[in-house]
Structure formats: structure tokens, C-alpha cells
């Protein structure tokens, strides 16, 4: 069954701290994403990836920032953790759309980060 | 700009009821919908994929349908189970610039009943 794995279900961080959130997947796809999502808000995007060592800025990027140095792994980093980052975050990823895109976009389990 | 619309927001029905969660787009010019089912506190499963090309998709008791034309598609769930209740989101792929952007709606939040 392929998948896409978020490292951590459940994290407790403080203000200030630098927070590390890793998504591994295993379905050899070249497009990866991370999203946020917030009660009322939906999700929107943060940053996405279509390469490795690539990057691109979603919709909400301000105080987020992303690696890409392996093609299954993407790891969303927060510089300095505030509580308004404090949401449910979910990894993505998905083929190229100019490939026949059979499966979409498969989605992690999430993980719910709360800054205190 | 690309807006997706999910109605009604949240939805009870009894067990072994037959219901369809609808959803709207603004724009036509779409690569494929998805389906999603979201449970409490847990991540994204993907229901169903339809193509712009395509009509609907079925899997098991769920059926997608897809006019692209009216931009509208709908999630047909047969005899509604206890088990079904989580949020239903939809979502279009769509080319944004450059790239290619996924666009949610807000989701249904379905409560099935015993």
C-alpha cells in the first residue's frame, strides 16, 4: 500500500523553538506539498516542491520554510515557532499532471502541532 | 480565481439512507476532481479521482459524477453506514501561472445516524 508518512502525529513545541515536521513518501512521485489546516480556514498551502532541491511558495509561506535534498523526503521547517502556527499540518504528494495521473494526491496522517 | 463550494455543510441522516454531497467550481478549465474523506484529527483518504474527461467513477457504494461544463460534481453514498460519517472534502486540480494548484472546498461533515 503506498503511502505517505509524516514523521510525528503529535507535537508539543515551545515559542521560539525551531521545529523540523518530515514527510517521507514511497510512491516514487516527483510533486510534494505541505498544507495547513485551521477550523474555518480550509487548507491552504504553504509550500510545494516539484524536484528535489526545489521550492515553490504556496498561499501562506510567511514564517515557514522548506528542504527538499532527497526525492521521498520533504521536511517543513518553522524558524522560530509562534502560536498562531500552532494547526494541523498535512504533507502531499502527487505524480506531474503531464504524466497520466492515476491516484492524485496522496495524503499523510497529519500532524497536530501545538505551540505553547 | 478558483473557488470551490461545498453544500450543505453538514448533513445527519439515518442509517441505510442514500445521499449526495454536492460540489460546486467556478472555473471550468480543470485538470480532475477528487474526493476526499477526512475523519477527527486524521489526515486526508482519497475516495475518488475523475479526469476532465470523464463522466464519473465508482467505488464500491460511492459514485462521483463530473459536468465540468456547469462546473459541478456530486458524491453519491448508497445505503449510508455509521461507518461513513467524517467530513467530505472536494477538491480541482488546476493550472495556476506556471504550476498547478489543488483547490478545496470546505468540506461536508456527514453524521450518519444508527
Known amino acids: 500500500d503506498v503511502k505517505v508518512t509524516q514523521s510525528s502525529r503529535y507535537l508539543v513545541k515551545r515559542t521560539g523553538e525551531k521545529v523540523f515536521l518530515e514527510c517521507v513518501q514511497d510512491?516514487?512521485?516527483?510533486?510534494m506539498f505541505w498544507y495547513r489546516q485551521d477550523p474555518g480556514l480550509g487548507l491552504r498551502l504553504i509550500y510545494f516542491s516539484y524536484d528535489v532541491k526545489m521550492k515553490e511558495k504556496g498561499d501562506i509561506p510567511e514564517g515557514y520554510s522548506v528542504s527538499r535534498e532527497k526525492k521521498e523526503r520533504f521536511s517543513l521547517i518553522l524558524e522560530s515557532a509562534s502560536t498562531n502556527q500552532t494547526s494541523m499540518y498535512l504533507c502531499a504528494s502527487s505524480e506531474p499532471r503531464g504524466r497520466m495521473d492515476r491516484t492524485g494526491y496522496t495524503f499523510g496522517s497529519g500532524t497536530r502541532l501545538t505551540v505553547v | 480565481k478558483q473557488e470551490v463550494t461545498q453544500i450543505p455543510a453538514a448533513l445527519s441522516v439515518p442509517e441505510g439512507e442514500n445521499l449526495v454531497l454536492n460540489c460546486s467550481f467556478t472555473?471550468?478549465?480543470?485538470?480532475?476532481l477528487q474526493w476526499f474523506r477526512q475523519d477527527p484529527g486524521k489526515g486526508l483518504t482519497s475516495l475518488l479521482l475523475?479526469?476532465?474527461?470523464?463522466r464519473e467513477q465508482t467505488s464500491g457504494r460511492l459514485n462521483a459524477s463530473l459536468d465540468k461544463s456547469s462546473g459541478r460534481s456530486t458524491l453519491y453514498i448508497a445505503a449510508s453506514q455509521p461507518g461513513d460519517s467524517a467530513t467530505y472534502l472536494c477538491a480541482v486540480r488546476r493550472r495556476q501561472g506556471g504550476s498547478e494548484k489543488l483547490v478545496f472546498g470546505k468540506g461536508t461533515k456527514l453524521t450518519v445516524n444508527p
Open positions: 510512491m516514487d512521485h516527483e510533486n
Open positions: 475523475i479526469q476532465s474527461s470523464q
Open positions: 472555473d471550468s478549465a480543470i485538470y480532475n
